[in-house]
């Protein structure tokens, strides 16, 4: 072990960082000053002796990744002062409307954030993934001499994050899976909000880790420990084969009048308490945003220490590339983002008369086709397995080797009961790069997942839920697992995609969309019922999200419009009202937020004026009304029983869709007047 070596600018670049972090949060009259002030000796400590990143190049693959998730005002600060792109005025500005430093960090917004984290927990989980996407990835590329992935990953959390459940999920994944290069650092503060943690959190954190599987050590005196901190993180990275929690006991907001309490927690410090800080360090007093020169050129040596360990890189990345070019140019493809020419050419395709197959099928079929020629598809599921079919036939478990169970390589991840944890994983493989991650679960326990599924749509994260057993069609298991509001709740979330595909094609129709979406996940809602291949159901029609299933020739009565598993009714009960002399389209939107991009034109087209239009869905109505006029659906809950017979009791049978179709006609009729398309809006 290289013994720890004192630097004679290390109290002073501590100090900076405190009395910034006293600046950044009074200027903005709003934040957190007390964890960036104890906590500053370590984050000094792991970017100066440890951490390796190029502030020139924040996207640098290879680099080692950190995640702050119990902060901001921290990870703003020390950015500015290694040369991210984040200026002196970027931090006058901190939380302030555009500015490039938001009320918590946010991924591909700031210059060196990886993730955005906030919601306490979710960065530590996204941790998590970052560390099995470098496990895997170093499994699948590296070579004897060529360690190609090879970094580690450190997160800062605190002790909201270790009370949220999200984080005890992951953690739990990390122990089983041994994930050597993940390193956590615990700021142990004894503070939350509601003040001492004695009032509800009292459990032995390390006790707890350790019984996960992990590697845990303590530091005390973390305020000015340095070369405890450094030896804990030395020790952490000799462990190849745990993750590893350094419990750092700290003082909040050390060196402020307030220091150790939770009045430092939330609340920017008085200006006296400023002016005292600034003094007891030996800095201006009246002058807010003070760095010193020398420690501006302390933090510019450790960035050029990065650009050089990112020259090392390359280079040897370019031997690679000439002693194995085929794993080079696969590796440097994933890099980059860019999919193989050509995949969707095995996307499969259906025709009228094919088998009738329930849609979680249809979608383990597309996995089966893709899975060869997209390899940077990494799957699981929330040990639901055989009912989210998301696991292809012979495939390797994602398992530690030690295990006998699989390895690194494998492609298959085994989450267990545990879909908020597998969300915000998925998240985390997704941001790390060079992995486009699926996880399985039923629709209705996607919810148990949303803030993680929130922080994907609002971070641009591809991530693709495959969630089956998507409506009252799943039958015996009841209203506990039938989804009814769930749908409007993710169909509400900006920036994601909710696909509810009819038959095979649109299964087919919903992957080709989700995977080349690079910057929005999407949740394939999918049927345990089987469905009929449909006639007029094409690839091509289904990715605009919305189509005209069945035309008719001239002015039509009715248009019916359903997604998932209600359009074969719907065609049935067109089919009915058809033998009655009436003229019936059957439109298909098996995705709101496609159909919704297209042009007006185009949506016109195939909601168009002129005559009613029905909406008909085994969920909740809500919404419906801006694609029809008239909205039939559940009211309530669903009920346990066959899924025909749960279909039968709430009227979603092809019979009392045509009644229903048949009310509509006449009312309009009655009614007179022009029949407006809902889509047609003043803005």
């Known amino acids: 072990m290289v013994a720890f ?39 000094h400590v792991l970017w100066s002796r440890f951490l390796k990143a190029n502030p020139k190049d924040s996207k640098w693959f ?109 953690a739990s994944i990390a122990g089983h899976q041994r994930l050597g290069k993940l390193i956590a650092i615990y700021d142990d503060n004894h503070i939350t909000i509601d003040g001492d943690t004695n009032v509800a959190f009292t459990e032995d954190v390390l006790k707890r880790f350790e019984a996960y599987g992990w590697h845990v050590a303590e530091v005390k005196n973390g305020n000015s420990n340095y070369e405890g901190i450094y030896n804990a993180i030395i020790e952490a990275q000799k462990v190849k084969d745990k993750p590893s929690l350094i419990k750092l006991e700290t003082i909040i907001g050390y060196g402020s009048k307030q220091q150790g309490t939770h009045g430092v927690h939330g609340s920017p410090l008085k200006k006296d308490d400023i002016v005292q800080l600034k003094q007891a360090i030996g800095f201006p007093p009246e002058e807010s945003f003070f760095v010193p020169r020398e420690v501006y050129d302390l933090y510019g040596k450790i960035a050029e220490k990065g650009a050089f360990a990112q020259s090392k890189w390359e280079a040897l990345f370019v031997e690679y590339g000439k002693k194995f070019p085929n794993e080079y140019a696969e590796l440097s493809r994933r890099i980059k983002g860019e999919l ?43 040990d639901l397995t055989g009912s989210n079919l998301t696991r292809v036939k012979n495939d390797v478990d994602f398992q530690p080797p030690s295990s006998g169970l699989g390895n690194h390589a494998g492609r298959y991840f085994r989450y267990g009961v545990r879909e908020h944890g597998m969300g915000a994983i998925l998240n985390g493989l997704s941001a790390y790069g060079a992995i486009l991650p699926y996880g399985g679960t039923f629709f209705n326990f996607v919810s148990y997942a949303a803030g993680a599924v929130r922080l994907a749509a609002l971070s641009g994260h591809q991530v693709i839920w495959v969630a089956t057993h998507d409506s009252i069609g799943l039958g015996e298991d009841g209203p506990t697992h039938q989804p009814v ?15 509810r595909p009819a038959d095979g094609n649109e299964t087919s129709a919903a992957y080709l969309v989700a995977i080349n979406s690079r910057t929005t996940p999407s949740i394939l809602c999918l049927s345990r019922q089987n469905l009929p291949q449909l006639e007029g159901s094409t690839i091509a ?69 002129g005559a009613p239009i029905l909406s008909v869905e085994a969920y909740s109505t809500i919404g419906w009304e801006r694609y029809s006029h008239e909205q039939f659906g559940l009211k309530g809950w669903g009920s346990s029983g066959p899924y025909d017979k749960v279909y039968a009791k709430f009227g979603l049978t092809g019979s009392n869709i ?16 022009e029949v407006v398309s809902p889509l047609i809006k003043a803005f």
């Open 5 to 43: 070596t004192p630097e004679p600018l290390d109290l002073k670049s501590i100090d900076t960082i405190r009395a910034l972090a006293a600046d950044v949060v009074a200027k903005a009259n709003s934040g957190h000053p007390g964890a960036p002030m104890g906590l500053a000796a370590a984050a």
């Open 541 to 609: 029609k289904a990715a605009k999200g919305g189509y005209v299933l069945h035309e008719v020739e001239g002015k039509e009565d009715l248009t019916i419009v359903s997604t998932g598993s209600e359009v074969s009714i719907v065609v049935e009960a067109a089919g009915k009202l058809s033998s009655d002399g009436l003229k019936i389209r059957v439109v298909s939107l098996p995705s709101w937020e496609i159909f919704d991009a297209q042009s007006q034109e185009y949506r016109l087209s195939v909601l168009r004026s």
């Open 658 to 673: 045509a009644e229903l179709g048949k009310k509509t006609i006449e009312f309009y009729r009655k009614k007179g007047g």
């Open 340 to 382: 193989p020419q050509g995949w969707e050419q095995k996307l499969p395709v259906y025709k009228v008369g094919d088998p009738a197959v329930a849609s979680r099928k249809l979608s383990e079929t597309v996995l089966t086709a893709i899975h060869g020629t997209l390899p940077e598809l990494f799957g699981g599921s929330a």
């Open 62 to 170: 290879a680099r080692d990744r950190f995640v702050l998730s119990n902060g901001c005002a921290l990870q703003y600060i020390i950015l500015h002062l290694l040369g991210y792109k984040l200026t002196l005025d970027d931090l006058k500005a901190f939380r302030q409307v555009d500015s490039k430093t938001p009320g918590h960090p946010e991924y591909h917004h700031t210059d060196g954030v990886e993730v955005t984290t906030g919601p306490l927990g979710q960065g530590f989980s996204n941790a998590v993934g970052f560390a099995i996407a470098e496990a895997h990835l170093a499994a699948t590329f590296n070579k004897e001499g060529f360690n190609i992935v090879d970094n580690y990953t450190y997160v800062f959390l605190g002790d909201g994050c270790l009370m949220e459940g999200v984080a005890s999920e992951a």
């Open 485 to 499: 509001e769930t749908a409007i709740h993710f169909r509400a979330t900006p920036n994601l995609q909710v696909w």
